[in-house]
């Protein structure tokens, strides 16, 4: 299995600034999964991010708004830039364990904008 | 577009009682998933459905897997307390198989 870690747990954040989420993973994987989960609601991916490349984003995610790294096989970065109180959400990087065929969640970052 | 429904999204039962939680999706996927989330937490992994006819099961949680129908059930046995969470079912569209569209959810209640 993959471990997963995602740095802040939480934080409270003012409107118009932005937040950068970091997520390592204890192994090499080739993509990361950046997923949105609204306050009671279900899971979004927000984007996949590729070492090496430029990040694949759904509909309805932007560059701009949801910037992304992925320097290594390890470990990505998602920013939320000027954020608004729509932001609060939980946001989750994901991975996926080609051994196990499971899709492994982080234990996500619950971010809050005032 | 891949629409995965899931029903009931929210659900009583008393324990000892079982009970179904269904989804279903749109298009061709290689695989369905069953998640758990607790309040508060992320997601545990329960099962991952591969081929049409898979069933897994573990423990009271039994889940099977009709891609024809393009269904999959949740069925839950003997339901406990400690079963209470909302449970996610996840289906990876063909060819693409780790972005991962989920259902809206069921949240489980097991009074005593």
């Known amino acids: 299995s993959a471990v997963i870690s995602q740095k802040p747990s939480r934080d409270i954040c003012q409107r118009g600034t932005s937040l950068t989420i970091q997520c390592q993973v204890d192994?090499?994987?080739?993509?990361m999964f950046w997923y949105r989960q609204q306050p009671g609601q279900s899971l979004t991916l927000i984007a996949t991010?590729?070492?090496?490349?430029?990040?694949?984003?759904e509909s309805g995610f932007v560059i701009d708004k949801f910037p992304i790294s992925r320097p290594n096989l390890t470990f990505s970065t998602l920013t939320v830039s000027n954020m608004s109180p729509e932001d609060s959400s939980i946001y989750l990087c994901?991975?996926?364990?080609?051994?196990?065929?499971?899709?492994?969640f982080g234990p996500g970052t619950r971010l809050t904008v005032l | 577009e891949l629409k995965v429904e899931q029903n009931p999204l929210f659900l009583s039962m008393q324990e000892g009682k079982n009970y179904t939680i269904y989804c279903n999706y749109s298009?061709?996927?290689?695989?369905l998933y069953w998640y758990r989330q607790d309040p508060g937490k992320s997601l545990e992994s329960l099962f991952v459905?591969?081929?049409?006819?898979a069933v897994k099961q573990e423990g009271r949680l039994m889940a099977s897997l009709d891609t024809k129908a393009r269904l999959s059930t949740l069925h839950i046995t003997a339901a406990v307390h400690d079963l209470s969470a909302t449970y996610f079912c996840?289906?990876?569209?063909?060819?693409?198989?780790?972005?991962?569209?989920f259902g809206t959810g069921t949240r489980l209640q097991v009074t005593l």
């Open positions: 994901s991975v996926h364990g080609s051994r196990t065929d499971t899709q492994y």
């Open positions: 459905l591969l081929s049409n006819g």
């Open positions: 996840a289906v990876g569209l063909a060819g693409t198989a780790s972005k991962l569209t």
């Open positions: 991010a590729n070492q090496g490349s430029e990040a694949t984003y």
């Open positions: 298009t061709t996927s290689d695989r």
């Open positions: 192994s090499q994987v080739t993509m």
